[in-house]
């Protein structure tokens, strides 16, 4: 009955039930600009929506595992396009509080610096409260079911830096309130969304560029890998052969030596280096100096995920480099990460 009314009646309607257009969610503006065209045919709308990888309307984004940001696979393109949306609406009106009056629950280490940082200031900048807990405080006996349901009685949310991925997902499973992945031993998607959303502000063509990232399997490297599969990136992957991840793709393609394609690549990934591959033969190999950066595409950044470490990973004169994205690349981190609180808790502005 909604669509065969007029744009300004479905909005009067969609009032009175609770409820609204938000002009900072995609699907709610493709409904929109259906509805103000004259286009009430539900399939035609539906259509619309699949033609541009967006959540339907029949399947709501709320009844999904992704009221939760825990694993990248579970979103679509549209779901990230989303969370920018957010990002961009935040950043142009500084001084909003859609956090007003709500209260979220971290899990962290002392060891935490950025994302640690970045969520608490975020939060508390967009009106919110927070209480902090080490991670350790999910090891206890008591099963993980008891604590979230007792937590959901004064939090609103929950940000967890656990090294267990299954404690993450087993919170989600269990919490009616939005629980949020902040780095375990499987995946970082906080981070590399959010670095994705820099490489937006740098590059409009950011979706058409080479991705490559150099170094062993580890979480960030897991987290790019889904990101690129979600967002449809050309993600190259170069390591040892022991690394090779899965069998070639749009999506992903190993390599085992870097000049294969280095002169190929837009953007250097890197994350530092576990203790067994901190050695002269792996590092004379595989990494990334100021001379191999050379041999990259005109405009290639390196993007190296801190903590990072030179005369690992990466050397000196690459860190000195202006092909380094440099320390303020990471400035927008806290803005993505208030978005995807933003997004978790109410789908939007």
Same mark, same amino acid.
């Given at each position: ?7 300004? %009646?479905? %909005? ?11 002009? #900072? ?110 991670? %350790? ?21 929950? +940000? ?29 998607? =906080? ?18 560029? +080479?991705? #490559? ?16 599969? +979600? ?27 870097? +000049? ?44 190296? =995920? ?5 005369? %690992? ?30 997004? =978790? ?5």
């Amino acid at each position: 009955m909604l669509l065969q009314r007029s744009y300004e %009646e479905a %909005e009067d309607m969609l009032e009175k039930a609770g409820y609204s257009l938000s002009p #900072t969610i995609l699907r709610d503006v493709i409904v929109g600009y259906c509805l103000q065209r004259g286009v009430y045919d539900f399939v035609e709308i539906e259509e619309t929506l699949a033609d541009r990888d967006v959540q339907s309307l029949i399947n709501d984004r709320r009844g999904l595992d992704n009221m939760h940001f825990i694993d990248l696979l579970h979103f679509t393109s549209g779901h990230i396009q989303e969370i920018y949306t957010i990002a961009d609406t935040l950043k142009a009106n500084p001084g909003g509080k859609p956090l007003e009056g709500k209260t979220f629950v971290l899990f962290f280490p002392q060891t935490s610096l950025r994302t640690r940082t970045t969520f608490q200031s975020g939060i508390r900048q967009l009106g919110g409260d927070c209480i902090l807990f080490p991670p %350790e405080t999910l090891d206890r006996r008591e099963e993980l079911i008891d604590t979230v349901k007792y937590l959901e009685n004064w939090a609103d949310g929950i +940000v967890v830096r656990h090294p267990d991925a299954a404690k993450v997902r087993l919170l989600a499973e269990h919490a009616s309130i939005p629980v949020i992945n902040a780095m375990t031993n499987e995946n970082h998607p =906080c981070e590399v969304v959010a670095d994705l959303y820099a490489l937006r502000q740098r590059r409009e063509d950011y979706l058409d560029l +080479v991705y #490559t990232y150099v170094g062993p399997i580890g979480n960030i490297f897991k987290a790019w890998a889904d990101l690129a599969e +979600v967002m449809n990136l050309r993600f190259h992957h170069v390591c040892t052969p022991e690394n090779e991840y899965r069998e070639p793709s749009t999506n992903y393609r190993f390599h085992s030596a870097l +000049v294969d394609i280095l002169p190929k690549s837009d953007v250097i990934l890197t994350d530092s280096l576990p203790a067994s591959y901190q050695n002269s033969k792996y590092i004379d190999a595989y990494q990334i100096t100021f001379e191999k950066l050379h041999t990259a595409k005109p405009g290639a950044m390196l993007n190296p =995920c801190p903590p990072f470490f030179r005369s %690992e990973e990466v050397s000196h004169d690459a860190i000195e480099s202006e092909y380094f994205v440099g320390h303020g690349f990471k400035k927008d981190l806290l803005l993505v990460q208030q978005a995807i609180l933003v997004y =978790c808790s109410f789908g939007g502005l």
